[in-house]
């Protein structure tokens, strides 16, 4: 069975740390590793990694995806009290239409 | 602007009644999805719909019902027969092509069943 596991589950940090989310998976054919953001309500974009485009970085963020290891990292450097927010891994895969989603890490970055 | 809307926010019902969540997007997105999302367990798929009036059974779809009669729309039906409907309802749409292609998701709707 196909299968996405965040970790940490929750993270509580303080403003300027790094932290590092980790993402592992099992699943048949891979196609693609999205990151989203969840503060509230929506869960936004964050980034896409394929095996075409295995490292990813914007602003303070960054991610990579190793296809051998099956797993990729979200790094968020100098973090922000405006960081705080769930983060959803999720992964496609040639065999579906569908999104398998982890359970997210809860991060949470106090002043 | 282009996005997704859903609608209510926050809707309380009475055991035993069903309920409909709207979805609506104007992305012209022809895949649409419903998740459903409870502490600690992510996001958990219930239906989804890659064409107008065609849909498939997600993970979870029993006590649920949903149509697409138009592009634009998805709505949930949330039945008496779903066991646990306190949750918080997510839709999401997405192209549909040679991909692969990110879900863009609308702002939720919180059910409480009392």
């Known amino acids: 069975e196909d299968k996405v596991v965040q970790s940490p589950l929750s993270l509580v940090v303080h403003e300027g740390d790094t932290v590092t989310l980790n993402c592992s998976y099992e699943?048949?054919?891979?196609?693609?590793l999205l990151w989203y953001k969840q503060e509230k309500k929506a869960p936004t974009f964050l980034f896409m990694l394929?095996?075409?485009?295995i490292e990813k970085k914007s602003g303070r963020l960054s991610s990579i995806l190793d296809k051998k290891e099956l797993f990729s990292i979200l790094n968020i450097t100098a973090t922000q009290t405006g960081d705080s927010a769930i983060y959803l891994c999720?992964?496609?895969?040639?065999?579906?239409?569908?999104?398998?989603f982890g359970t997210g890490t809860r991060l949470q970055v106090f002043p | 602007d282009g996005g997704i809307t859903q609608s209510p926010k926050y809707l309380f019902r009475k055991e035993g009644q069903n309920v409909t969540l709207s979805c609506e997007q104007n992305?012209?997105?022809?895949?649409m999805y419903w998740y459903r999302q409870d502490p600690g367990q992510g996001l958990r798929l219930i239906y989804y719909s890659q064409i107008v009036n065609d849909f498939q059974k997600g993970d979870i779809a029993e006590g649920y019902s949903v149509s697409r009669e138009k592009k634009e729309s998805f709505p949930l039906t949330v039945t008496s027969a779903q066991k646990n409907p306190t949750a918080f309802y997510l839709c999401?749409?997405?192209?549909?092509?040679?991909?692969?292609?990110?879900?863009?998701f609308g702002p939720g709707t919180r059910l409480t069943v009392t």
């Open positions: 699943v048949t054919n891979f196609r693609s």
């Open positions: 394929t095996s075409s485009g």
């Open positions: 999720a992964v496609g895969s040639y065999n579906t239409d569908k999104l398998i």
């Open positions: 999401a749409s997405t192209r549909v092509g040679q991909g692969p292609y990110e879900q863009y």
């Open positions: 992305l012209n997105h022809d895949a």
